[in-house]
């Protein structure tokens, strides 16, 4: 796996006096989805966690829904490509030739028509909604070095699971996506906590993973609220020293 970071001389002011100083900056590289040996996506991304990338990416797509899609999954991390092979039963798989040419912000289906609205009935404290929070932003160890990525984690009531950093919010959801996929657990009881604005192509994706609750330390955008209000989404924002926003289905959240 290559470094998710490089390191590169730049000028430096410090308000009194000019120096060359070394940064580390967070790399950036196109990598390529191939789908039944198909080209089908571009993501620009910082090339790690790969194939938790691709299958949350087709997930969020539509053409991939369970495990069991999914035949073998192969990363070329020299060609920065991701082959995916799929069963044949079952899989919706695009007619046009390179369908998705972008960042994995795109929308790449019309929203919200094949999902079910989440009935969930889990819960979370007020209190460790900062908890949460003050947690995920002081483990993020990619950003304190370049203070360049998003970072986004899967939790449950009681705490985080795992968290993934990249240079776009979207891939994060994706990578958890593609985690919590390739690892056959169910989200009804799980929780997304996340730093980066919530779009509509973010609800999209939360919502393609059946999360019941998303806490963000940034507001969302309008069309956000109203997906996740239809999903049945409680949507928590603007997480900041202890106070926050609900958005929708505030009926999760217990004070």
């Known amino acids: 796996m290559k470094a998710p970071t490089e390191k590169i001389d730049v000028g430096f002011y410090s308000g009194?006096?000019?120096?060359?100083?070394?940064?580390?900056?967070?790399?950036?590289?196109?990598?390529?989805?191939?789908?039944?040996?198909?080209?089908?996506?571009?993501?620009?991304?910082t090339g790690i966690?790969?194939?938790?990338?691709a299958a949350g990416f087709l997930r969020s797509a539509g053409i991939i829904r369970v495990q069991?899609?999914?035949?073998?999954i192969t990363t070329s991390v020299e060609?920065?490509?991701?082959?995916?092979?799929?069963?044949?039963?079952?899989?919706?798989?695009?007619?046009?030739?390179?369908?998705?040419?972008?960042?994995?912000g795109a929308k790449t289906r019309e929203s919200g028509k094949s999902e079910n609205s989440i009935t969930s009935d889990i819960f979370i404290p007020a209190k460790k909604v900062a908890d949460f929070m003050e947690t995920l932003l002081s483990s993020s160890k990619l950003h304190r070095v370049t203070h360049g990525t998003h970072c986004?984690?899967?939790a449950d009531?009681?705490?985080?699971?795992?968290?993934?950093?990249?240079?776009?919010?979207?891939?994060?959801?994706?990578?958890?996506?593609?985690?919590t996929l390739l690892n056959g657990i169910d989200c009804s009881d799980k929780i997304i906590i996340k730093t980066g604005r919530v779009s509509s192509e973010i609800a999209e994706k939360v919502w393609t993973m059946g999360i019941p609750i998303v806490i963000s330390h940034s507001v969302p955008t309008s069309e956000a609220v109203n997906i996740l209000e239809n999903a049945g989404i409680t949507l928590i924002g603007h997480v900041r020293?202890?106070?926050?926003?609900?958005?929708?289905?505030?009926?999760?959240?217990?004070?």
């Open 68 to 72: 069991e899609d999914i035949k073998k």
């Open 16 to 45: 009194k006096k000019a120096s060359r100083i070394s940064e580390y900056v967070i790399r950036e590289e196109p990598v390529e989805i191939f789908l039944d040996n198909r080209k089908v996506a571009t993501i620009a991304c």
């Open 49 to 53: 966690h790969l194939e938790e990338l």
């Open 157 to 179: 009531t009681k705490g985080i699971i795992v968290s993934r950093d990249d240079i776009g919010r979207h891939n994060t959801i994706d990578m958890l996506g593609g985690y």
């Open 152 to 154: 986004s984690a899967l």
């Open 79 to 104: 060609k920065s490509r991701v082959d995916v092979l799929t069963k044949n039963e079952g899989i919706s798989k695009p007619d046009s030739p390179e369908i998705f040419v972008m960042s994995s």
């Open 241 to 255: 020293n202890g106070s926050f926003k609900i958005y929708s289905n505030e009926r999760r959240v217990r004070f």
